[in-house]
């Protein structure tokens, strides 16, 4: 038996868009029903009214980070524990990306932290609802608000999320998501923003697409991006969309087994779901800790020489060495980040893994403990 750690819930109905979409030759970014559908589909559904699908997660960041006008000599406060895609998005624009440390359960920003690296430079503040936990969104605004600060949503692992009822990615001024094949719903590589705001989607759209020209389209506005989806992978996504709520469902159905059977196991310590947040458990993400803290890369190669893949946590910005060598971070300005993230990584949490190999990998997973210890 190999138990993988995702894989997508494609059907039938994926490949009838696909096949109508390519029968049409509808197949660029400015083609076809399935893209608008798809952006009107998702951005309704995160609570919002309006929403521009691109190519990946890393420019839908990008976009919402340009989008927002913040450029040179401009700092934006960013959750250290991330894909570097998030910090990268801040870096293309040429402002400075600052981080803030993780609060040591959800890995999720650390809101008290925040203030604190506040200056007369601060434009925004990027959180990043990790592994499917939302971010506590109610300080973020109060603070935004304060400072004058744009709240941009990192939504990339965490689709159908809610804080206090709120579907994540529609809660501050705009939310930012992936559609890559391992997130919530995919359309193989892709992204989109999503938000309320009639300018900055406007925006988004003139920047996603070159910037061309009003009257005359080679006069270009700005300078632009090619970060369009494709009619094609909307098709997709149309797809996915009808799935979506069945997709939560199993990802919340695994985390209940690995919950129910993993709790009481000694030194590691299991996702939490706060009293404000529905968890979309993206992925189920374990933390070692006592005598298992260190023992990661030999317990990930003894699980893969069983059949169960696992993947590994994300290193943190402040850990980064292009960054640190560059001097542009400090290592030890995210204590918490730093001692948690080398014992993180996540099990299988495929939405079609079934319940023998979900008890196939528990009982691999507590017999490798078990000899590690
Ligand atoms: C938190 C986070 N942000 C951004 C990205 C970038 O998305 P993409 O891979 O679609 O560019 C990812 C994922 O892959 C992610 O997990």
Not at 65 to 91: P, R
Not at 218 to 235: E, I, R, W
Request: glycine share 8%.
């Amino acid at each position: 038996m190999f138990v993988p750690v995702s894989k997508p819930f494609l059907d039938e109905v994926e490949i009838n868009n696909v096949t109508e979409a390519i029968t049409k030759k509808d197949i660029s970014g400015l083609a076809g029903t399935f893209l608008p559908e798809f952006e009107e589909g998702f951005a309704r559904y995160c609570g919002v009214k309006y929403g521009a699908a691109v190519n990946s997660g890393t420019t839908a960041l990008h976009l919402a980070v340009a989008a927002l006008g913040i450029g040179k000599d401009d700092e934006v406060l960013v959750a250290t524990m991330t894909n570097m895609a998030t910090f990268f998005a801040v870096l293309y624009q040429g402002a400075k990306p600052i981080p803030i440390d993780c609060e040591p359960d959800t890995l999720n920003i650390d809101t008290k932290l925040i203030e604190a690296k506040i200056t007369s430079r601060t434009k925004a503040i990027i959180v990043v609802h990790l592994y499917g936990h939302p971010v506590d969104m109610d300080p973020i605004m109060e603070i935004a608000k304060k400072h004058n600060l744009f709240v941009i949503e990192d939504a990339a692992e965490a689709h159908g999320a809610k804080y206090k009822g709120k579907v994540v990615g529609g809660i501050g001024h705009i939310g930012c998501f992936s559609f890559y094949s391992n997130k919530i719903i995919t359309t193989g590589e892709g992204g989109m923003v999503v938000t309320d705001d009639k300018e900055l989607i406007e925006k988004c759209r003139l920047l996603k697409n070159l910037a061309f020209g009003d009257k005359d389209k080679f006069m270009h506005q700005a300078l632009g991006f090619k970060y369009q989806m494709t009619n094609l992978q909307a098709a997709v996504g149309v797809g996915q969309l009808k799935k979506i709520e069945k997709i939560i469902e199993r990802k919340r159905e695994i985390a209940d087994y690995y919950i129910k059977h993993l709790s009481g196991v000694k030194d590691i310590i299991l996702p939490v779901e706060k009293p404000y947040a529905y968890n979309v458990y993206w992925m189920f993400n374990i933390l070692l800790t006592g005598s298992l803290s260190g023992k990661r890369q030999v317990l990930m190669s003894k699980l893969l020489e069983g059949g169960v893949q696992t993947r590994e946590d994300f290193v943190p910005y402040n850990e980064q060495e292009i960054f640190l060598k560059e001097g542009i971070v400090e290592k030890d300005s995210c204590p918490v980040a730093s001692s948690l993230y080398s014992d993180g990584l996540y099990l299988p949490s495929g939405t079609d893994i079934t319940e023998e190999e979900l008890a196939f990998v528990v009982d691999r997973f507590i017999k490798v403990i078990d000899n590690l210890k």
